[in-house]
Every structure is written in C-alpha cells, then in structure tokens.
C-alpha cells in the first residue's frame, strides 16, 4: 500500500507550527549529524515552515548561508516570516519541488532534509537532485520516520478511518513510512551518488499533558481535516473516542500523554 493523500500543506502552513516544539528534538539529533562548519553553504530540502534551517542559522550566526526551500508555497511564506520577525539574515526560503532544485551543480557544502525525503513525488528523484548540488565530499544528512508500527500518532488516525474511507482517502501512513527501512534508505542513497552512509534508529517521544491536548493539537493543526471532512459530522466524535482508546496505553499514572515514535537519521558523503 502507497496512499498518498497528503494534507493540503499550503492549506495548514500557518497551523503547522503547533508541532514544531514536537519535533525539535529531531532537528537538534539532525544537525548534530549534519555537523556544519563555518563557511558552509547550506541547503535545507522540504523546510516546511523553516525547521531546522532556522534554528542552524541562528546557531551559526554569519558563519554560514543557508537555503531553505519547500514545494508548498505557503511553507515557504511562513518560513521567510519567521526569519524577517526574528532578523535572521543569513538565511532565504525560496519555493521549489526537491525533484527540479534550481542551482547549479556542486553550489553547497552541505543539505539536510526532516521528514520530507519520503513524501517527495520522486525520492529517487530528489536524491539525485541533492547530490547534484552537492560539492564533491559534501555531507547529507535526513530524517526519515520509521516503521508503520512505530509511528503511533499516524497509525491511530490510519486505524480509524480505514474502515470508513477508501485508500485513497486515509491518511499516508506508508507513504510517510516508505523509507522506513535503512536498507531501503542506504540503497537509494548508494545510487544517487552518496558513500560513507551511517543510518541510525532514533526516539522522538510526543508529549502532552492530557489526550485532550493532543487531540486539540492535531484539530488544529488540520492534519485529518480531509478525512473528517469526508465523513458525516456525527461520526467526528467517534472517531475522536477511538483514537482515544487506542491511545489510552500510552497515558502515564497523571494523565499525560507520552507517544513514542521511533525515526531514521541517515548521514552520507557526496562521491
């Protein structure tokens, strides 16, 4: 199974950000692997709403440059938002699709890409276009979420609307966890041009106080606003009480809710 009914990125770019503290620790993980240096020309591919690049950049300050860039437009507008509020100036997003990079051959030392390698159109694709603009001996470095079984928030809402809604129309649990696999990964990677490739196995627990909070993020966020919408509004808050249910094993002794998910940091040297 592929589905690929991704969310309407452009739609929630500016509601996406209730999970960015979620997914900071992965940022943190990433650029640990990236290992940036001063001088660096950087590219960060499928930036969203400019997570990590802008974190990076305000690491480094004026010792490197950096571009972010995302195929949703509206991703792109929040992100460069973001930087012009904070006065970050060492770094632009521009709009573009990972599969047609608009740079020339070997322009930067380094890229990196959370969670957006395996919802690309092409990966394969989009590998190359990487290596392409990657300086010989240049490092890459992406996160990529794991197995099915090991992302828990995504399979839930799989789970639930499964027996409501064709394939088409759920949420794009293998597409998300399509190169789940580090065999699988470290191939793709061998035949767009890297070497030196070290895949390693991560946790990224989600925590809230309650699932009353978890289910007000993921409301917010319209992350399965598609699928809800597909549905009669008297099924909303069924389908609420089952994900509650499958979520209940993961509510500590006070309430708070802690998710494990488990993701892939993969690092690689351009030939």
């Known amino acids: 199974m592929n589905n690929d009914n991704q969310p309407d990125w452009d739609r929630i770019a500016e509601k996406f950000d209730c999970w960015t503290p979620l997914l900071a620790p992965a940022g943190e993980a990433l650029l640990s692997a990236l290992n940036s240096q001063c001088g660096d020309k950087i590219i960060d591919i499928a930036s969203g709403t400019g997570e990590p690049a802008l974190t990076l950049a305000k690491k480094m300050g004026g010792a490197v440059t950096i571009t972010g860039t995302d195929a949703a437009a509206g991703m792109v507008k929040a992100a460069n938002s973001k930087a012009q509020s904070a006065s ?10 990972a599969e047609q ?3 020339a051959d070997a322009t930067f030392d380094r890229a990196l890409c959370r969670f957006g390698v395996m919802l690309f159109d092409d990966a394969a694709q989009g590998l190359n276009e990487i290596a392409r603009v990657l300086k010989p001996g240049g490092r890459f470095s992406c996160a990529v979420w794991h197995t099915p079984e090991t992302i828990p928030t995504l399979l839930w809402s ?8 064709p394939e ?5 649990l293998y597409r998300a966890t399509s190169l789940g696999e580090p065999e699988r990964l470290r191939q793709l990677l061998g035949n767009a041009g890297f070497d030196d490739i070290h895949i390693d196995i991560h946790r990224l627990d989600y925590t809230f106080p309650s ?13 399965i606003k598609q699928q809800l919408d597909a549905l009669p509004a008297d099924t909303h808050e069924t389908i609420r009480h089952e994900i509650e249910q499958l979520a209940e094993p993961c509510l ?14 993969a690092s690689a040297q351009r030939r």
């Open 88 to 97: 970050v100036n060492n770094i632009e997003f521009r709009c573009m699709a």
């Open 101 to 103: 990079l608009d740079f």
């Open 158 to 165: 799989y789970q639930v609307f499964k027996e409501r809604l």
């Open 168 to 172: 088409a129309q759920l949420p794009p």
């Open 211 to 223: 699932f009353a909070a978890y289910w007000a993020t993921l409301d917010d966020s319209e992350l």
């Open 252 to 265: 500590d002794n006070g309430g708070q809710l802690v998710i494990p998910h488990q993701y892939l940091i």
